[in-house]
């Protein structure tokens, strides 16, 4: 009996608390600043856009179509290292957007960049591309879901005598899936960190020294890895696997 | 005839390989001096000739057990005009004292008195080297127009010399554009009384000014071979020819070079504006003379497929002022951009169009306008229409774009351009906010989990209950005592002697049973002590506790009669039993 009123309690703080996380969702000033964001851009000041976007990004909010619409505003302005990024960072939040997607396979032709994948085998290409099709929330509510589905299946086998050859099955079933989320989950944490765009054509070179001799040349826009720090300089890895360094401003982290 | 002064051991002397020279030929001076190796020599400038270093040379020589040094210090003399040549006399000054030589005549003649050939010289002058070139630039044409290719010549012409590394001439040439020389020619050419050899230049130039213009002066470098007097006495004289060759002298030096630039007079012309009268609207500037040609092919085609338009202009003229015709992008055609290209003086046009729809019947025709420098007028070539069938095409007659190789656009798709910004934000949440790291989400999955566990556990306990008989029982046995005892208690109340000791009984019977999962209706007090006493009980306990079941059997079998005090000890002993076990048993 205690433990179900404990667990009562519990709920009854959880509902409170999930008021909390939409309190920000209706913040005036930040919507005003987009709506601003837009006019700029339609009369052309794309400068202006990109501040008012900025702006809002300052306050600490954002969401894919705010990094949208700001990538089209670097791309009109012509930073196209800043399109891009902001590109990605609007995948992250938004990866089934066609619009998003049409843009972005633009500006990577554009400066003759062919799309990114880090991994070699058949396997992990296809598991990035699934990857890159949801959100890293998405992929948090559909662990919860598995693990909620297999408990309540594994408790109505129980309670209700559910037949028990099946309810392992399924159960079986939903435990794979859950594998495989977590381990596309872990995928997304690991290059959520190690990933970032080069923001101007730059030498990477071969030691993180300025009179270092050029190792291979980064054109603005390219994804690269991130392998290590060493004061200001960055041992960056390229997708066919050469690596080298670079100063810390030329590249930002997705 | 070495002329010397000499003081004590030192001497210095001047001294030539010949006193008469041909112009056209160098001669060879030594100063040598003897006695001391400390001098410096320096030769001052000769007038009239050109003076050069060669080299010096020492010799030794022990004469008598004498021993002298000299150092011959050589110089290579042109004379650059015929008549008396005076080398004057130089000095040289050694410790102190000085030293100088006396100067040397020499006569130069010209190669062509001292060949004896009869030919009259110019008297107006001694003959100098350079008399022996000269450049000479000319046009034909005096009168030209703008833009006009106008041919011109530059000539040099030499007698008894030798030239070498002739360089193509330049020239000044303000305001009119030149084309590279073509290869020159060589030829003979009589002048006044006496035979040249000639190098011809070959150009043409475009007067971009109209006006008077100045062509020139030319210049040409070149270099004259100069022989050396003297021919180098050599030992083998059985291969005298052999070595003797010009190539051998070339090399060991029978003959030197000596740098000439020759200039050329200036060449003015006219030059003309096209005249206003009669310009067609349609001139763009090609002045010259020209065939203009035209093709078309296919001419059967159907609606959206490729026509190509063949143009060609050729003929004598500015092939860089040629602007080529092209079609006008009308409704009936969708036009590319024409692809020009020429070769060879020739000018190609080709250009690629789509008819619309089938009732484009002809290509219009085209017309070239042209000035004709020798007509002094302007003309212009018309060529078409060009008649067309056009059929309808196989789909419904959709405009098909048209991609070919040689008309591909400079960017790689047609008008692309980004997707335009989306106007509705949506909500905004909190950079880097993940699900899996709010509060509110970790609660939700804390809770989950625990009402997850309870129903776990919840089932457990029934299933249990369900189960496990002597569990169940165990749990039921406190209940169902307090039940036998609130009836004992009342029957109690009603002074029911052997009611109150049968529930007594029965209550004893049913919570042992319950609690050590004994069969309750033959439950007795040994039963009770064996399993009590496993568990370490308190000896008052066991004493009370027997001491009801004894009563309990004295009222129940042996019909005694106890008193009421007896009776509510006895309750209030089970009631104590019980509640002991409880506590301490569960």
Not at chain 1, 157 to 167: C, H, N, V
Not at chain 2, 160 to 177: A, W
Request: glycine share 6%; hydrophobic share 40%; aromatic share 12%.
């Amino acid at each position: 009996m205690n433990i179900f009123k404990s667990s009562l309690l519990f709920l009854i703080l959880l509902l409170l608390c999930r008021s909390n996380i939409y309190a920000q969702n209706n913040s005036p000033e930040a919507s005003h600043l987009f709506s601003e964001a837009g006019l700029e851009y339609k009369k052309g000041n794309y400068e202006k856009a990109i501040k008012h976007y900025e702006s809002i990004l300052q306050k600490g909010l954002t969401n894919g179509t705010l990094y949208y619409n700001s990538g089209n505003s670097y791309f009109k302005y012509g930073d196209m290292g800043k399109a891009i990024l902001n590109y990605e960072r609007a995948l992250k939040l938004m990866p089934r957007d066609s619009d998003l997607h049409s843009n972005y396979s633009y500006a990577l032709s554009l400066q003759k960049i062919n799309e990114i994948n880090f991994n070699h085998t058949f396997i992990k290409r296809v598991i990035q591309k699934y990857a890159d099709q949801i959100t890293l929330d998405e992929l948090t509510i559909a662990l919860f879901f598995f693990i909620l589905l297999i408990g309540t299946i594994y408790l109505s086998m129980l309670f209700f005598r559910w037949p028990q050859k099946t309810s392992f099955f399924v159960i079986a079933g939903l435990f794979m899936l859950l594998c495989f989320h977590s381990y596309v989950f872990a995928l997304k944490m690991e290059e959520s960190n190690k990933l970032a765009i080069v923001l101007h054509d730059a030498d990477s070179k071969f030691e993180p020294v300025e009179k270092s001799a050029t190792h291979f040349k980064l054109k603005a826009g390219t994804k690269i890895k991130i392998i290590k720090k060493e004061s200001d300089w960055f041992k960056i890895e390229r997708m066919d696997g050469k690596a080298g360094w670079i100063k810390v401003d030329i590249i930002e982290r997705i | 005839m070495p002329v010397s002064s000499s003081a004590q051991d030192i001497s210095f002397e001047a001294s030539v390989n010949t006193n008469k020279i041909a112009l056209g030929s160098s001669l060879q001076l030594t100063l040598t001096i003897t006695g001391t190796k400390d001098a410096h020599v320096e030769l001052p400038d000769i007038a009239g000739a050109d003076s050069s270093y060669i080299g010096p040379s020492t010799r030794v020589s022990v004469v008598n057990g004498k021993y002298s040094s000299s150092v011959a210090h050589n110089y290579s003399i042109i004379p650059l005009k015929e008549g008396n040549l005076k080398i004057p006399s130089i000095s040289v000054t050694v410790k102190g004292k000085t030293y100088t030589t006396n100067s040397i005549d020499i006569k130069v003649v010209d190669k062509g008195a001292l060949a004896g050939t009869g030919v009259k010289q110019n008297q107006s002058g001694s003959i100098s080297l350079k008399d022996k070139t000269f450049l000479q630039l000319e046009i034909q044409k005096k009168k030209n127009y703008i833009n006009e290719k106008v041919p011109f010549v530059i000539k040099l012409f030499f007698k008894d010399v030798s030239l070498k590394d002739v360089q193509f001439p330049t020239f000044e040439h303000t305001s009119m554009l030149v084309d590279k020389f073509q290869k020159p020619k060589q030829y003979q050419e009589i002048v006044g009384n006496s035979q040249y050899q000639v190098v011809e230049f070959k150009s043409f130039i475009y007067p971009t000014r109209a006006g008077k213009l100045i062509m020139g002066p030319a210049t040409l470098k070149t270099n004259i071979l100069i022989q050396r007097s003297g021919r180098r006495r050599n030992r083998f004289r059985g291969l005298d020819s052999f070595f003797n060759d010009d190539f051998f002298q070339g090399v060991f030096g029978g003959y030197q070079k000596h740098p000439v630039s020759i200039e050329s007079g200036n060449f003015e012309i006219e030059v003309l504006e096209l005249p206003r009268k009669g310009k067609p609207a349609d001139f763009s500037g090609a002045v010259g003379q020209f065939n203009f040609e035209v093709t078309a092919d296919p001419l059967n085609v159907k609606v959206g497929d490729p026509i190509t338009l063949k143009m060609k202009v050729h003929g004598r003229g500015n092939t860089a002022s040629i602007k080529m015709p092209s079609l006008e992008a009308g409704k009936d055609f969708k036009l590319y951009d024409p692809q020009i290209k020429e070769k060879g003086g020739v000018v190609f046009l080709e250009q690629v169009l789509i008819p619309k729809h089938e009732q484009a019947t002809e290509i219009p025709d085209v017309s070239f306008t042209y000035f004709d420098v020798e007509r002094e007028s302007y003309k212009t070539i018309t060529r078409g229409p060009f008649p067309l069938i056009v059929n309808k095409s196989d789909e419904e007659s959709k405009f098909l774009e048209f991609s070919d190789k040689k008309n591909k656009r400079a960017t790689e798709i047609l008008g692309r351009d980004i997707v335009f910004i989306k106007d509705n934000s949506g909500s905004f949440k909190a950079i880097n906010h993940y699900l899996y790291r709010s509060s509110g989400f970790i609660f939700t999955v804390s809770v989950s989990f625990l009402i997850w566990c309870s129903g776990l556990i919840a089932h457990k306990r029934t299933h249990k209950l369900k189960t496990d008989i002597s569990y169940a029982r165990r749990l039921r046995a406190p209940k169902e005592a307090k039940k036998g005892l609130s009836q004992s208690h009342k029957l109690l109340m009603q002074k029911k002697q052997k009611e109150f000791y049968n529930a007594i009984f029965k209550t004893i019977q049913d919570y042992f049973g319950n609690k050590f999962h004994l069969n309750s209706v033959s439950v007795t007090f040994d039963m009770v002590k064996e399993k009590l006493a496993e568990k370490n009980i308190h000896a008052a306990i066991l004493s009370d506790l027997k001491s009801i079941f004894d009563e309990c059997d004295m009222v129940r079998f042996a019909s005694i009669n106890l008193d009421e005090n007896k009776m509510k000890s006895a309750y209030k002993k089970t009631q104590e039993i019980i509640d002991f076990i409880e506590r301490h048993f569960k």
